[in-house]
């Protein structure tokens, strides 16, 4: 049973709209990241967090922003999609370095 | 900085035939390592770790890592490989002390050939 959950699996939206992809874990990790991955492809660090009003940007460059008011929910925004922007989200959390981290399933976007 | 290398990005082997996913790391302090498995559009999943101890690591669906520390590697290896085996692998470092992301590798392709 998964302890992180992301929604929408699945989103096909038009260029321009502003969309959130959401995140939240019930596992009360301080630890939550964000990654973007194409299909077979490495994962990007984009985003994340160590904790409630604590955000940084991650390695990759991204249009996206963030923000954390609450443990267990790290909302990632795009405030207008591009084609550049299709790719899959994957969200983690993690309860420390000696844990690992925990992945959710992924929002596969589709930017038309 | 820690920096993780997989050697080969994509590895076909035929069903029943042992395998062997290549990862070396680089850091100039002690890590934690790990193996992670992402099935197609799924998440990645924990496949083991190396915290300390015993060199040699079991993971789930039979797969095990040695960590060696004087060529800095932590190679994955199954001995007898199925259909469902085929995903992608990542190899991850993190630091023992510090507060940095992990740092994940490439990934390796793993098809495996009824």
């Known amino acids: 049973e998964a302890d992180i959950y992301q929604t929408p699996r699945y989103l096909v939206i038009g260029t321009g709209k502003k969309i959130t992809l959401e995140c939240s874990q019930t596992?009360?990790?301080?630890?939550m990241y964000w990654y973007q991955q194409d299909p077979g492809m490495e994962l990007h660090l984009i985003h994340y967090s160590y904790g409630v009003n604590s955000t940084e940007k991650g390695d990759l460059s991204s249009e996206s922003t963030v923000s954390r008011i609450r443990t267990e929910h790290f909302p990632l925004t795009l405030e207008s999609a591009r084609p550049s922007h299709t790719s899959q989200y994957l969200c983690?959390?993690?309860?420390?370095?000696?844990?690992?981290?925990?992945f959710g399933s992924g929002t596969r976007l589709t930017v038309v | 900085a820690q920096s993780v290398t997989q050697l080969d990005s994509q590895v076909p082997v035929f069903e029943e035939a042992p395998v062997e996913l290549r990862c070396n790391y680089s850091?100039?302090?002690?890590?934690?390592l790990f193996w992670y498995v992402q099935y197609p559009n799924q998440g990645l999943q924990l496949l083991l770790k190396?915290?300390?101890?015993?060199?040699l690591v079991k993971g789930i669906n039979g797969f095990e890592a040695e960590f060696n520390k004087s060529q800095t590697s932590f190679h994955l290896r199954k001995p007898s490989v199925h259909i469902s085996d085929t995903a992608e692998y990542f190899c991850a470092v993190s630091v023992i002390s510090g507060n940095t992301p992990l740092v994940f590798g490439k990934g390796t392709r793993l098809s495996v050939i009824a």
């Open positions: 190396y915290l300390s101890g015993s060199t």
């Open positions: 983690a959390s993690s309860g420390g370095g000696f844990y690992g981290y925990t």
């Open positions: 850091s100039s302090v002690s890590v934690y």
């Open positions: 596992m009360g990790h301080d630890k």
